[in-house]
């Protein structure tokens, strides 16, 4: 079970750190990703963190603004949120995979947590 929170209502140019929670003790044999969804639009991938946290990827639209870390020994991956958009607006949701490396497809990802609101305005 993945647990995400962190999210909430910032102005454009402000942070944000999302966390999620994963419950058992097999969180360190999983891929983990962040994926948003807007209104009206389809869920995309945001970055993704191997096993031991050695590699990352980042989807273009947030490389160099958002961070993805994770800390096995608490169960927890973070995606820390720089000098956010309005079109950054999306319900953002931790998954975890079982593959042995990072994929950006959402089917990939075989737990999926129940999702944290981001509101930027402008």
């Known amino acids: 079970q993945l647990q995400a929170s962190g999210g909430g209502l910032v102005q454009a140019g402000d942070s944000l750190r999302l966390s999620c929670v994963a419950s058992?003790?097999?969180?360190?044999?999983?891929?983990m990703g962040w994926f948003r969804q807007a209104p009206g639009k389809e869920r995309e991938f945001v970055a993704a963190?191997?096993?031991?946290?050695?590699?990352?990827e980042y989807a273009d639209s947030v490389k160099g603004r958002f961070t993805i870390s994770r800390e096995n020994a608490k169960n927890t991956v973070y995606l820390q949120m720089n000098s956010l958009k309005p079109e950054d607006t999306a319900v953002y949701s931790c998954?975890?995979?079982?593959?042995?490396?990072?994929?950006?497809?959402?089917?990939?990802?075989?737990?999926w947590g129940q999702g944290t609101q981001v509101t930027v305005s402008s």
């Open positions: 963190i191997t096993r031991n946290g050695g590699y990352i």
């Open positions: 998954a975890a995979s079982t593959q042995p490396t990072i994929y950006r497809g959402q089917y990939l990802y075989n737990y």
């Open positions: 058992g003790r097999t969180f360190s044999s999983y891929v």
